[in-house]
């Protein structure tokens, strides 16, 4: 397994930009697909993105999309979610999370299918 620590979080106005990184440590991190997840104070946590282990195939929930984009360099062990137009909605603490896979497209949205998670970063979006 890879060990991931998240960092970009912050307190930014509405409509504002933020990137968020995942670290990975450990070997072969191009076997893993990654996702991000959000959890809002008195809320489930909840899908925001997820990118195969090489790339492909970036799924975003409808909430996020044309407004966040996830990519990933495998080169340096991170991938990043940019996050664009956010919202007061967006809220929340943000955690990326790993799950081998040997499939070169394949993605995760559900929550169960991820083995290892971050610690998570604050995002605080003011309006």
């Known amino acids: 397994q890879v060990q991931l620590v998240e960092s970009g979080g912050g307190l930014v106005q509405a409509g504002g930009s933020l990137r968020l990184s995942c670290a990975a440590s450990?070997?072969?991190?191009?076997?893993?697909?990654i996702g991000w997840f959000r959890q809002a104070p008195g809320e489930e946590r909840e899908f925001v993105a997820a990118i195969s282990r090489i790339g492909l195939n970036p799924q975003y929930a409808d909430s996020v999309k044309g407004r966040f984009t996830i990519s990933r360099e495998n080169t340096r062990n991170t991938v990043y979610l940019q996050m664009n137009s956010l919202e007061p909605a967006d809220t929340g603490v943000y955690y990326c999370a790993s799950r081998r896979s040997d499939s070169f497209i394949d993605v995760l949205i559900a929550t169960a299918s991820y083995d290892s998670w971050g610690q998570g970063t604050q995002v605080t979006v003011s309006s």
């Open positions: 450990g070997r072969d991190f191009s076997r893993y697909v």
